[in-house]
């Protein structure tokens, strides 16, 4: 038992060193000239002098194991150089995006599990009914609408009846608003202003909602299978026999047999629902991964884009670690 | 002497065919393929729909939807129905082409890794690891700078990252094979690793992983419009007439040129459904337990 978590951990670390090789390859394996990507592809008068730069920034010109000692140190302790398209630190650009996206994604699943569980459950139980087939019809079709078209379409929506909850937070607020954690909501709370707190959560709500549609139908599908597979077996019936109610019978053992499965799968989404939520939170104009990529792709930023791409994959790493552990403690029987 | 029962396929395919969901689903599909096929022949305006801006188009601007211009017409004036026509080609072809992609890349190396065990077991499955949770988005964007932004390295980025799906299902597929009596009795006739892994493992595999990649299909779908959308939301013009891209350009006009964002949406909507339709229905009726057409309750 022990030995699983500490085999799992070793594990994760061994995977940063492999995501660190993999943003090695992305950067000094460009084709063409890594210094010339790294530099933003520049071109004019003074293009040269950037591309000496770069190079002597990527220690291009030092021998190989040099080079690669002086990349790690420098990707661990976070100094990922300046961002040219927001002419700031990348770390801090990158940190701060990963927040605002963050605080989506937390909202968003924190309706969508219970939701989702609570959805699968009731088709589960009426599986075959009207209801069940209404919710399946409405799951499949749901799942089909792309989120970002949602979006375009709810904003028009909202355009239409005057209604814009555009950006993280109402201008006017800015000026007595300070960033201590990062959170919007949190932040707002500190602040003491109820109303910049509502305002924070109005303009948080819509985009989450639309984020959460997919991981919660698909869960509530899977659930529904799965449980109701699990309702066929011998001893389903042999507790009914013994007079077990309905409720401890679904809540206490059949259910203990999907969640496992269940808890992966939102975590699996996650990575679904994270590309989703830097395009959705692009078309609703709030900070965010989805905006650094836009504005890095826009102004060839490589040195943000390859940061943003190890931020992102590194906590995808880890949440993909924890889901792990978390299904070993709910499911004993699970291997490596 | 090991195949899976071919017929098991077939009945499959047949049970499938019964329901009404899944016969919709093939006739959204094979509709929608007719379209990408025939698009130079349905679309009202090939060449604008190709995303030329031609003398007329300028001419026209952009219009509301009417009866010569269903859709309407693009900040260009083109016609956005053979836009979106012609865009079928181009987002479905993408699709077809990631699943392949990583179908062939993910079955190869989890056939390997299962089969063979050992070194390169241990080799794919850290592969697998490092692979699965890596947001395509963020790959993409990176190809995009590196080796330029385009169809190819968006189908790309979601190759390099959805093949560690189907070489995990794979993997563990083939892992339980490997101990099973008919591939020990035909490793002990002396046919070699590759001739048994390639008749006696693979065809057991393949069936479940290619149901469940029906079953991605449509997320592969919108997560390549999903990327394209975001490039098309700041391209500074836009000629291939993919959906996303098209969607992404047009959300800039959504206040008051909203036909251009709204009619793809559309038809991504319907292709995805579709998709789902036919991997709900086939992986349903795949599954013994699932199938069953009777209900015990209480």
């Not at chain 1, 959805?119 to 139980?125: D, R, S, Y």
């Not at chain 2, 987002?91 to 390169?120: D, I, K, R």
């Not at chain 2, 035909?186 to 493992?201: R, T």
């Amino acid at each position: 038992m022990v030995g699983y978590y500490v085999r799992r951990a070793l594990l994760g670390l061994t995977l940063i060193l492999g995501l660190i090789a993999l943003v090695y390859l992305f950067v000094y394996v460009a084709p063409g000239n890594p210094a010339y990507v790294w530099a933003g592809k520049p071109r004019g008068p003074k293009a040269a002098e950037a591309i000496e730069l770069a190079a002597r920034e990527l220690g291009l010109d030092q021998p190989l194991h040099i080079q690669v000692a002086s990349f790690v140190c420098r990707f661990l302790t976070g100094s990922w150089g300046a961002s040219v398209a927001f002419k700031r630190p990348v770390a801090e650009v990158v940190l701060g995006a990963f927040k605002a996206t963050t605080e989506l994604l937390l909202l968003s699943y924190a309706i969508s599990i219970p939701l989702g569980l609570y959805l699968g459950i009731f088709m589960a139980l009426r599986r075959g009914s009207a209801a069940d087939k209404v919710l399946k019809f409405l799951s499949s079709l749901l799942a089909s609408i792309p989120r970002f078209w949602l979006a375009v379409v709810v904003i028009f929506a909202f355009y239409l009846i005057g209604f814009q909850p555009l950006g993280r937070i109402d201008p006017r607020y800015l000026a007595e608003f300070r960033e201590v954690t990062g959170f919007y909501l949190l932040d707002a709370l500190l602040m003491s202003r109820p109303d910049a707190f509502l305002d924070v959560l109005a303009r948080l709500i819509p985009p989450a909602l639309i984020v959460a549609v997919y991981p919660t139908f698909y869960v509530a599908k899977y659930v529904r299978f799965a449980l109701s597979e699990k309702l066929y077996e011998d001893y389903v019936v042999e507790a009914i026999s013994l007079g077990v109610s309905r409720r401890t019978l679904v809540m206490r053992y059949s259910l203990r047999g999907v969640l496992p499965a269940a808890f992966q799968l939102f975590g699996i989404n996650l990575v679904y629902s994270f590309v989703d939520a830097a395009v959705v939170e692009t078309v609703f104009m709030r900070e965010g991964i989805g905006r650094v990529l836009v504005e890095g792709l826009l102004r060839s930023d490589y040195p943000l884009i390859v940061a943003a791409f190890f931020t992102v994959s590194l906590v995808m790493l880890a949440v993909n670690s924890a889901v792990d552990l978390v299904q070993k403690k709910l499911e004993p029987r699970v291997r490596v | 002497m090991s195949r899976a029962r071919p017929s098991g396929e077939r009945e499959t395919l047949r049970r499938c065919w019964r329901r009404r969901s899944f016969r919709a689903g093939v006739a959204i599909l094979v509709a929608l393929a007719l379209v990408a096929v025939l698009s130079p022949v349905l679309a009202p305006y090939p060449d604008e729909g190709e995303g030329l801006v031609t003398d007329a188009a300028r001419l026209r601007g952009p219009l509301p939807p009417s009866a010569a211009h269903p859709f309407g017409t693009d900040v260009f004036g083109r016609d956005v129905l053979s836009r979106v026509l012609v865009g079928s080609r181009y987002s479905l072809l993408q699709t077809v082409l990631v699943m392949v992609g990583s179908l062939a890349l993910g079955v190869f190396l989890g056939v390997l890794a299962g089969y063979l065990g050992g070194v390169p077991e241990a080799l794919i499955s850290y592969a697998v690891e490092l692979f699965l949770p890596l947001p395509p988005v963020v790959v993409a964007a990176a190809l995009s700078v590196v080796i330029g932004p385009g169809m190819l390295t968006v189908a790309l980025s979601l190759v390099l990252t959805w093949w560690a799906w189907y070489a995990r299902i794979a993997h563990v597929q083939s892992r339980e094979l490997r101990d099973l009596d008919f591939v020990k009795v035909s490793e002990a006739l002396g046919f070699g690793k590759i001739h048994v892994a390639l008749h006696h493992v693979l065809p057991n595999v393949a069936p479940k992983v290619v149901v469940q990649s029906v079953l991605d299909s449509a997320s592969v779908l919108l997560e390549i419009s999903s990327i394209n959308f975001l490039i098309g939301s700041v391209a500074t013009a836009f000629d291939a007439p993919d959906w996303g891209t098209m969607i992404g350009y047009g959300f800039r006009y959504i206040t008051t040129y909203w036909w251009m964002s709204f009619f793809p949406g559309l038809f991504l909507t319907l292709a995805a459904f579709g998709f789902i339709l036919v991997g709900d229905a086939l992986s349903e009726e795949s599954s013994p337990s699932l199938r069953r057409r009777w209900w015990l309750w209480f």
